[in-house]
């Protein structure tokens, strides 16, 4: 990051209000959330512009109220996926389908031309006991593993497999508050990139 950039990022930081960020990882690899990751020094910008609620690696426990945006990571597969879906719908201001297993069900959804039977009995084997679906540990898949727009309104789509890093970026500023314009030197304002 320049020397400009950074001043940017301070100056946001003092005469903006932080936007509340979540990212969630439902049905997915963790692939999107790796790339978001790859934002590398990046995130030290963001991290000036948005105060971080939920995520997968962050360790909060309960989707929060009053979060500003959030990207969803993969599809909706099972009852547990389908409960946080529509908790972030109701607790969201923006939701982002992010990533194509949200957007499209992609590799998870390839199940659905399986019978799930056929599916357990791939994943658990035809042993004396029933394989764990719905059994009060493991959430019970659902019939058809849907994307996400299909269980939930979302506001936008943020496709690829994973999104790059630089995708994920312009996405993101798409969505934080402006930057407020700077005064010229000859103002006296201290705010100047000089
Ligand atoms: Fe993984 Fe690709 Fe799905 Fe992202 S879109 S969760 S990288 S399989």
């Not at 993101?172 to 700077?182: D, F, H, K, R, S």
Request: charged share 20%; aromatic share 4%.
């Amino acid at each position: 990051m320049n020397t400009e950039r950074v001043r940017l990022a301070e100056i946001a930081a003092v005469s903006t209000p932080k936007i509340r960020l979540a990212t969630v990882w439902l049905g997915g690899c963790s692939g999107c959330h790796m790339s978001f990751l790859d934002l590398d020094e990046k995130l030290l910008e963001l991290a000036e512009r948005v105060t971080l609620v939920y995520s997968p690696i962050a360790d909060v426990k309960e989707f929060p109220e009053g979060v500003d945006v959030t990207l969803v990571e993969g599809a909706v597969a099972n009852t547990e996926n389908l409960h946080l879906a529509q908790q972030v719908r109701s607790r969201s201001h923006l939701v982002i389908s992010f990533g194509d297993c949200a957007v499209t069900g992609n590799v998870p959804g390839m199940r659905n031309r399986l019978a799930m039977e056929k599916v357990l009995d791939a994943a658990y084997g035809t042993g004396p006991q029933r394989p764990p679906n719905g059994d009060g540990v493991l959430p019970a898949l659902l019939p058809k593993v849907l994307p996400l727009h299909q269980v939930i309104p979302v506001d936008g789509f943020l496709p690829g497999c994973p999104p790059s890093a630089q995708r994920i970026w312009d996405a993101i500023c798409t969505l934080l508050p402006p930057v407020p314009p700077l005064a010229g030197p000859e103002a006296g304002d201290e705010r100047s990139l000089s």
